[in-house]
Each structure stands twice: as C-alpha cells, then as structure tokens.
C-alpha cells in the first residue's frame, strides 16, 4: 500500500485532490481505487481549458477488469492533463499519489476543498 | 463462501480473494498483467480446484457417455487420452462445457465448470439410471494446472511422463493431463488434497508463481476458448458457438441428448467469432455491436496482455463483414472480425 500524504482532501468516488503553492490543485484517484481496479490499461483525461464543475465526471480510468469514470473534486478550470498517462497508464498502479496524477485544476471556489473528506474519514470509509 | 484446500496459500500469498459463482478464489496475487505473462513467456500454476470432478462406475460407461455427450466418446477409446465435449440439453442448447478423460479399461472422468457443479450432478446421475452408471462426485479433488511453456520440465522433475496434448497418464494417486485453458503447453493434475498440498508446494518452492482467475481469463480468450456463462448458456445451441466441431453425427445409429433438435434446427443464423480493435478503450460483455444489414453483441471483451489492445468474442449475424462498429461511451469504435484463436491470428 502507497503512504497516503496527508495534505489531501477526497471524495467518496475515490478521487484525491491537493493544494499545490501556486493555488491549483492537483487531482487524481486513491491508492485504494487502484487497487480495486488492477491493472490500468488507459485512461481518458479532460480537455485543458475547459471550464469544469464539481462531481462532473471528466475523465475514464480502465483496468483489464472494468472501466471507471473520474469524478472532478472541484469546479474550475482545467489547466494541465499528465499526459504522461496516455502512454503509461501503469503509473496509476505504481504511484498514486505522485507520478499518477489526472489532471490540474484551476479552482473557481477554493471552500468547496472543505466540503471534501480529510485523510482520515477517507480511510474509515474506504476500509468500511 | 466454499473454499479450496489451497485458501489459505492464497490469502497469505497477497491473494485478492473475490466470490467466484459461491468460491472465495483469488482473482489476482497483485497484477493479473504480471501473471499473464508469466505464463505466456515462462510458466505458472492455478488452482482450480474449484471445478468438479466426476468419477463413474459400472461396465456400461461408454453406452452412458454416447448418450450423454454430443462429442463420441469412441474417439479416445483406443488411447488414455482426454476429449472435449459440451453438454446439450434435450433442446440441443448448451448446458455446460467439459473434458472428458480415459482413465483405462472402461473408466471415464469428466471435469466440469464450478458453477454448474450442482446441475451436472443431478443430471448425470439422471442419466446415468438409465446405463446402471454410479456417479462419484469428487468435491474434496484438488485439481492445480501448470501452464507455459516451461511447464513440461517442470513436470518431468516430477514424473517421467510424456504427453501429447490432450494425452493422459493416470498413476496411483494423481492423473496428469495435457489440457489446459490458456492456449500453451501445459497439463492439469488432479489428485486428493494431501497430494495436492504437497504439489503444490514444490511447485512454489520452485520459484513457479501462483495465477489468479483474472489473467486465468485473459489467457482462455486470447486463446479463444469460450466461457460457460458468457460466451454461451443455455440459450445457445453450439453452431452459433463456434462448437460445431464437437457435434459427432458420423455414427447414425448413436442417439445423444439433443441430437434430434440439432438436426431439426434451420440454418444458423448466428455466429460466434473474434474482434479486436486499436481503439483505446474495451468493448465488453454485452456490447452491441452493428454493420450493414446486421448486428451483434460482445459476448467477452478484454485489454488483450499479450497483443496491447482489445480483442474479444461476439455473437454476430451470419452475413457479418469485415469490420463492425460498436459505441463506447459516445465514441464510434470501429472493429475487425477475425478467428477466435488470437494467438494464431494476430501473431
């Protein structure tokens, strides 16, 4: 199991995002998501610039076993894609919480991180 | 949930332990990509003694088994060898697939899927009343598949044996056969669980690595081998199931289940064969699938690990082109219809 940092907020779709220095904020799916899904074999990653609201689903993770939408934490602008995703979907697996980020967002509203789950109420309720 | 003897290794061994038709089994040991190409480069073993063993006894078994199987048992009556065969219902629809193995003189075993382990029962031992045929469910059998294509030396440090595929070699306490679900060289063991146990360890003691379901699934459909449950049931008779093949009707005074609503049926009309797209994205089980002046539907759908892209199996209208098209969340994928034996066709 990847160490979940502890400067992230989820939803309980499994998606992570956090605050980086410049304000954006970074999104991805947990360690547990990818771990439910096995091995990911594409992902579809949305478009940058388009204007996004929160629990939009904006972009699809699959595994061999099953396709998965991704649900948006924050509502925004996107403002970057990992594009290194397209070609190695496998990062997901391997580095959930670092190399294999989604997508970067340009929050509208920064309260709505509130609104998400911490570090700890994400565990409880993907443990339960 | 049932159990195999083997539970335990499993869980231990970073087993993702899931319901498998009513069997806590494991459905990968960490990454069912790894263990797919383990067995397609090296080698790998499977527990699946899930599946259901049936012994029989009595002296009229080969009577019983022209009856009940559309395959003919005469095939394999000259040589201890293993035949495949699947199991009709009086309406020539599809009740289950199955080996049936040559044991010597006039004993037969017949290894069936795990969720029809029930059905099979009643319906053999229905059967069998009729031949004086007594059927021995062995539900404690262990049954463990060593696959790849290192299989066989790993198998001759253990037995001088050597099997031409879907040849058996039955010993004292364990029958070994070249069969197998993954489309390589490879035997399946069945034995009881002590000698299981002890199987199976000195095969992981060896270095060979434990498969789950997921790449156990992978591996059949690139070699294009149906699915009891998805690829055919109940509903389908085997010309549209790409089992023709296994429909014995050279010997005319041999009556099996089925065999008259076979004859009765009108042309099919359906057919099942293999797709695969470079598309990014899956078309899975269910899908639709159109062309001009017909259609269809994905029966089984996969990332392919060996070939890097989707290939699976569907049932089309028989006049099916070339390539189809089918939707995947809005986007128009377009796809090429091949054989089923991925292996050999996209190699």
Known sequence: MAEVPNNLKFLESHEWARTEDDGSVTVGISDHAQGLLGDIVFVELPEVGSEVNKQDDVAVVESVKAASDVYTPLSGEVLEVNEALNDSPEIINSSPYEDGWFFKIKPNNIEELSELLDNEAYQELSES | MKKTYLNEFHVNNGG???????????????????????????????????????????????????????????????????????LLNDKGMILDDLIVYHLGDENFRIISNCGTRDQNNAWFRKVALNFDVAVDFKEEASIIALQGPKAN???????????????????????????????????????????????????????????????????????????????????????????????????????????????????????????????????????????????????????????????????????????????????????????????????
């Open chain 2, 16 to 86: 993702q332990m899931v319901d498998f038709a009513g069997w806590e089994m494991p459905v990968n040991y960490g990454s069912q990509i790894s263990e797919h190409k383990e067995v397609r480069e090296n080698v790998g073993i499977f527990d699946v003694s899930h599946m259901a063993v049936f012994d029989f006894a009595g002296s009229r078994q080969v009577e019983f088994l022209e009856h009940l199987l559309p395959n003919d048992i005469n095939k394999i009556l000259a040589s201890r060898r293993a035949l495949y065969s699947p």
């Open chain 2, 153 to 347: 030396d790993h198998l001759n440090i253990l037995f001088d044996v050597a099997l031409e595929p879907f040849h058996i070699k039955n010993l004292d306490d364990v029958m070994i056969a070249r069969t197998g679900y993954t489309g390589e060289v490879g035997f399946e063991i069945i034995s009881d669980a002590s000698r299981g146990f002890e199987l199976w360890n000195h095969f992981i003691e060896k270095g060979i690595k434990p498969v789950g379901l997921a790449a156990r699934d992978t591996l059949r459909l690139e070699a294009g081998f149906n699915l009891y449950g998805s690829d055919m049931t109940a509903e389908n008779h085997p010309y549209e199931s790409n089992l023709g093949w296994t429909i014995d009707m050279s010997n005319n005074t041999r009556d099996f289940i089925g065999k008259s609503a076979l004859l009765d049926l009108q042309s099919d009309s359906k057919k099942l064969v293999g797709f695969h797209t470079d598309a990014r994205g899956v078309l899975r089980a269910g899908t639709e699938i159109y062309f001009d002046g017909g259609s269809g539907i994905v029966t089984s759908g996969t990332w392919s690990p060996t070939f890097g892209k989707n290939i699976g199996l569907c049932r089309v209208d028989n006049n099916y082109p070339d390539t189809g098209n089918a939707k995947l969340r809005d986007k128009e994928i377009n796809l090429h219809f091949c054989e089923t034996n991925f292996l050999k066709y996209l190699k």
